[in-house]
């Protein structure tokens, strides 16, 4: 056993690096006597089968934020921090019932097209400019941080030179093929993902049983620390601040999971890509499955990691590799990176290649909706109205590649972060609650007019950032420290904005660009009910288990 890589190592991680790119470039290819148009390069021509669109969409969720930053908080706080990802696969299938139908009929390119065509070209932009802020400053530079994290913690290599690196590899194929290139590398990208987490997992629990296999490790597990395998928090756990217990489930994190799974730009674009709305939804419901194993991959990985850095006959038997870049409470979110350095030669060049690919998929796919929302809602809205197809895709590329330069240099400041999955969930958070309301009220209350939407988003992010920052200074408020709560309660007071201000400007009419809803839109096939029924019961029983 030896820290950092070996030659087999190399060859593996080197031979996925030629794949992924060989496969990018070749579906990005123009066929004979056919220019690339904005159709082909942010939407794939339309022409995802569901396969694709359900691992596309895992790829480009899973990323260093969960290999690195979830099973950081696995570490931390234990098994509570799945709860994202379960909670995420019934968000899927409310996103695939609900607000596919309406997107996909409207026949979008954005999401920020969508609040264009319901309210206005004003509050498009206003929320455009949102958006852009958020995947560059927040989530571009933290997933490059975290992927730079990774690769100085297992190779050595210096963070800003593996922050360039993987730069430049997503942007290799992404920025030339767009959608297209993104969504078919992502399918090989999961193959490597889900495997490479698996080997970890195996090693980690295989580790802690003394060489007795997955099932024993698990067992002794949750022996050594049962604390760490309960899904609703106490008041008194030191983690209440993050996770707050039953609020959890009834609370703010599904204001994180339906904005994240409903209204983010870099996840639906995959739906939106699809042959149809039947294959769109088919493709949710195999993400919503996946999401009920991805805990096993990203969480008890982490959990596995506290108990044998706690356990001193385990780590004397790991020799002087175990005492390298060693996990702790204020350190969490090395344990997946420390995790690796005990793989075999060639596994752990899989197992890195798994990383590589949840980093770059992530990547991948944000620089193409970033530049899908800057190129659509901004360039040729503002700019170039008269952009033809090859200018259009030419910006898009340009874009990208700002967005990414931006991002690389913003990436080595988060340095000082801890457990930077719950860092980038409650950044996130100040802006998501406004977002969320727009919407909701904009796709289901005809009532909503344009200008109690603006008001909506534009007062959602001095009361987010007024409820994150009261408790600070007044004991009075201490109730809002959790910041899930805050998170809710903005949504709350957000959509308490619209609803008033509809009110006051239409005096209780509909509004004329109201969408019309009816039964036979959410229509859905006995496929994906009863696929849909056996994820619910899936849930139940998980939660039953570790309630």
Not at 88 to 101: D, E, H, N, R, W
Not at 126 to 136: H, N, T
Not at 206 to 225: D, H, M, P, Q, Y
Request: hydrophobic share 55%; charged share 10%; with cysteine.
């Amino acid at each position: 056993m030896t820290a950092g890589f070996d030659t087999w190592d190399y060859i593996v991680f080197i031979a996925y690096a030629i794949l992924i790119l060989g496969v990018g470039l070749w579906v990005s290819r123009d066929k004979e006597g056919h220019e690339k148009n904005a159709e082909d390069y942010f939407l794939a021509s339309k022409s995802l089968p569901w396969w694709a669109i359900g691992t596309s969409l895992i790829a480009a969720n899973i990323s260093a934020e969960q290999f690195i930053g979830m099973s950081g908080s696995g570490f931390a706080l234990g098994l509570a921090i799945a709860s994202y990802e379960w909670m995420a696969a019934l968000t899927l299938l409310i996103v695939g019932k609900y607000f596919l139908p309406i997107f996909i009929e409207k026949g979008l390119y954005t999401i920020p097209e969508f609040v264009e065509k319901r309210f206005s070209t004003n509050l498009k932009t206003i929320l455009a400019i949102f958006w852009l802020g958020l995947y560059i400053f927040v989530n571009l530079a933290s997933v490059l941080y975290l992927g730079g994290l990774a690769i100085e913690t297992i190779m050595g290599v210096d963070m800003i030179y593996a922050i360039i690196g993987l730069a430049l590899f997503a942007s290799a194929y992404s920025l030339y093929g767009g959608l297209s290139a993104v969504a078919w590398t992502d399918v090989i990208q999961v193959v490597f993902l889900v495997l490479g987490g698996l080997v970890t997992t195996y090693l980690a629990l295989n580790t802690v049983s003394g060489g007795e296999g997955i099932l024993a490790g698990f067992a002794k597990v949750v022996e050594a620390a049962p604390e760490k395998f309960h899904m609703i928090l106490d008041e008194s756990n030191d983690n209440y601040v993050n996770l707050p217990g039953i609020w959890v489930l009834i609370g703010g994190l599904w204001v994180a999971n339906i904005y994240y799974w409903g209204f983010n730009q870099y996840i639906i674009q995959r739906t939106l890509a699809a042959k149809s709305l039947k294959e769109s939804q088919k493709g949710i419901l195999l993400a919503a499955c996946l999401k009920l194993v991805i805990p096993l991959i990203v969480v008890i990985p982490g959990i596995a990691a506290y108990v044998m850095v706690n356990d001193p006959a385990i780590m004397a038997n790991l020799g002087e590799v175990g005492m390298l870049n060693v996990p702790s409470t204020e350190q969490a979110d090395k344990a997946y990176p420390w995790l690796l350095q005990f793989l075999p030669t060639g596994l752990k060049g899989v197992a890195f290649a798994a990383l590589a690919a949840a980093v770059v998929s992530s990547l991948a796919s944000m620089l193409n909706s970033t530049s899908t929302i800057f190129t659509m809602d901004i360039y040729k809205q503002y700019i170039n109205p008269t952009a033809n197809d090859k200018a259009t895709v030419n910006m898009g590329r340009i874009s990208a590649a700002v967005a990414l330069i931006i991002a690389v240099i913003v990436a080595p400041l988060l340095g000082g972060i801890d457990q930077a999955f719950q860092f980038i969930q409650e950044y996130t958070g100040i802006v998501s609650p406004g977002i969320l309301a727009v919407f909701l009220l904009g796709l289901f209350w005809k009532k909503t007019t344009n200008n109690a939407a603006i008001w909506g988003a534009v007062l959602s992010i001095p009361i987010a950032l007024a409820l994150k920052f009261l408790p600070m200074y007044v004991d009075a408020f201490s109730f809002l420290e959790p910041w899930m709560h805050q998170m809710g309660i903005a949504t709350v007071l957000s959509i308490l904005i619209v609803m008033v201000i509809s009110h006051l400007e239409n005096n209780g009419a509909d509004d004329p660009k109201g969408i019309e809803i009816t039964k036979d839109l959410f229509k859905t096939t006995p496929l994906f009910n009863m696929g849909s029924f056996a994820v619910c019961i899936v849930l139940a029983v998980l939660y039953a288990m570790f309630w």
